[in-house]
């Protein structure tokens, strides 16, 4: 058993972004066999709740504020323009979490410190003496480069292209500075490869391993549908840039040739701080922007189609899969199912044009055979290839690897 210390720059729980569904269930799965304290940024919605369910299989858990405003984003934005560092990274970059470390690892010995994402991987590497495991999730640079691809302001391209070239050579190096790396998709492993060889950081002994993200198929029930489905359902965190831009596309390039067609569909965005932008959408032609909502059964119970309509992004989309589990029928864009192991035609439908997603739509929502097999082909493919009881146990080879003599 090893003395595992798990830094998140969210809290894990409850499971409600794509982060934190990584996050929880790494840590139930150490915290099988190890010893696991965790240290997390927690923000004004964490309640003591989260925190006491945490501590229900972790060793302990400890918590810093996340103090963000105007001003600590001014000052890192000047920060890694005038130097190498990426904004995302100087921006997050907090005292307080520094000194909590500071204090656990001088009064407590821990073998492992596991780093999840980019954003904590500065942290990570504080202990000298401990082993170093970075899960990076996707390859950032990535996100920015798409962003940035589709950003019309001249100066946000500009920043967003210079971010991304930080970005790229900053997960480079952080691969050589940690002893081991896992990705959740073999896609962004190899963007990472790709970018040591162009940086030209070697690592003769590092090893990488692909570990999917992973749910539990049996937390999340099929849901049974209403007898006419009414609504076509975007869903994730709209702070989430991709999120945001990609409801916004399907909103203004795709959604008018459905609403065209068949007027009686609604068109709803549910997601945490939409952005004014599509709160503005809200009330006009069909479309429906509802922010948080805490128990949204009764909207999947009325969807007809779940669309994924991203244009940027890296990683898996946790969407997907939950989807599934509700036994969903699903469209999106390759980007939105990139990472995942699809069957285009049998449990989902890839669409990259406005013209091909519209058509999709419409075809999933009102050929009926369709929309069953998509149904139960979801969810039997959540249950076989993304139960984390079982692909998981991957993570016990990372640690063994890590703590062999």
Known sequence: MARVLYLTQVLPYPLNTGARVRQYYVLRQLARTHEVTLVSFVRGDDKP??????????????????????????????????????IVIARDEIVTMQQTLARLQASESFDVVHADQVSMSRYGLLSQTARH??????????????????????LKRLVLRREARALA????????????????????RKLIEQQLSRWEVHLPDQRFTTIPICIDPSDKP????????????????????????????????????????????????????????????????????????????????????????LRAGGGMRVKILDTWSWGLPIVSTSIGAEGIDIR??????????????????????????LNQCLRRNGRRWVEEKYDWKTIYRAWDEVYARLLKP
């Open 49 to 86: 709740e989260h925190v006491a369910h945490l501590k229900t299989f972790c060793h302990a858990v400890h918590t810093v504020p996340m103090t963000r405003s105007r001003w600590r984003d001014g000052r890192a934005a000047i920060q890694g323009l005038l130097t190498q560092i990426p």
């Open 133 to 154: 495991v970075l899960d990076l999730h996707n390859a950032m640079y990535l996100v920015t480069e798409r962003l940035a691809a589709h950003e019309t302001n001249p």
């Open 169 to 188: 050579r900053y997960e480079a190096e952080l691969c050589a500075k940690y002893d081991q790396v896992t990705f959740v998709t073999d896609e962004d």
């Open 222 to 309: 099929p849901i049974k549908p209403v007898a006419q489905p009414q609504r076509i359902t975007a869903l994730g965190v709209m702070f989430w840039p991709p999120n945001a831009e990609g409801v916004l596309w399907f909103a203004q390039e795709i959604w008018p040739r459905i609403h065209a067609q068949q007027p009686h569909l609604i068109f709803t965005v549910v997601g945490k701080n939409p952005p004014e932008y599509l709160t503005q959408l809200h009330g006009t032609n069909g479309i429906e922007v509802l922010g948080f909502v805490p128990e949204v059964e009764a909207i999947l119970a009325d969807t007809a189609v779940f669309v994924v309509p």
């Open 344 to 369: 285009d035609g049998e449990n989902i439908l890839i669409a990259d044009t406005p013209t091909a997603f519209s058509a999709a739509v419409l075809r999933a929502a009102n050929d009926l055979d």
